[in-house]
């Protein structure tokens, strides 16, 4: 019955504290003020203030866990409606997203490489631009730390959802398939959540990226931590 009841607890305070993440989008829309950071940052900095374990916050969380798979499988609507715009411009849409995918792992290995990282922390941010459940079976299958990977990946999509829309506005880049096509490939899921509140043309082409992504991806870490 307590477990019952913290779950309750849990679910209850995440929906309210997103509703009001997205009240103060709405009246000062920030990178910053975005529900996805904002309402994260605010849990994360409530459990650390009061101590509260995670693993208490996930008794209710695990519930709201659970829907992120029927959630990621809906992104096919969009997909599905947008076919025909997908095949006219296929070639460009393969090139964008090998070139995405090429980049994000390129960069990831040759910063942390750069920095002086060890070999397990390198293996543990190749994968960091693909969607959680791949990135760690391709860090667990380099050898880096799954846990650390995870955090990479958060971060990866939280920071594109944040600045990825900001960075194409200053560089001038309007077209709804180059958009996708750079949210996909660098942020994953979450940023493919933020691209479709710009349209659905957008959101669909990023759910595009974000899948072939992962598999182009797959191919590239290994090839990539073998050279570098």
């Known amino acids: 019955m307590n477990n019952v009841f913290i779950g309750v607890m849990t679910i209850a305070a995440t929906f309210i504290l997103y509703q009001f993440s997205k009240k103060m989008y709405k009246k000062k829309p920030s990178p910053f003020t975005m529900p996805i950071f904002l309402s994260t940052a605010s849990i994360a900095l409530f459990l650390f203030l009061t101590e509260i374990p995670y693993e208490t916050y ?7 866990d659970i829907f992120l798979g029927p959630i990621v499988v ?7 409606r ?14 964008g997203i090998f ?18 990282f060890e070999d397990w922390l390198i293996q543990s941010v190749a994968a960091k631009s693909v969607t959680a459940p791949i990135a760690i079976s391709i860090t667990d299958t380099a050898g880096g730390n799954v846990s650390l990977a995870a955090v990479f990946v958060m971060i990866a999509g939280v920071s594109g959802a944040m600045f990825g829309p900001v960075i194409l506005k200053i560089c001038r880049i309007g077209h709804p398939i180059a958009r996708g096509l750079s949210i996909g490939t660098a942020s994953h899921a979450i940023g493919t959540a933020k691209a479709l509140e710009s349209s659905e043309t ?14 182009v991806v797959s191919f590239l870490v290994p ?5 570098m």
Request: proline share 2%.
């Open 58 to 64: 996930m008794i209710g969380g695990q519930w709201i």
């Open 74 to 80: 809906s992104l096919a609507v969009p997909l599905y």
């Open 82 to 95: 947008e076919i025909h715009l997908i095949k006219k411009y296929a070639g460009a849409i393969s090139i």
């Open 99 to 116: 070139a995405g995918s090429l980049t994000g792992v390129f960069t990831g290995i040759a910063g942390a490489k750069l920095f002086g």
């Open 202 to 215: 957008e959101g669909a082409i990023s759910v595009l990226s974000m899948t072939i992504s992962a598999v």
């Open 223 to 227: 090839f990539f931590l073998h050279f």
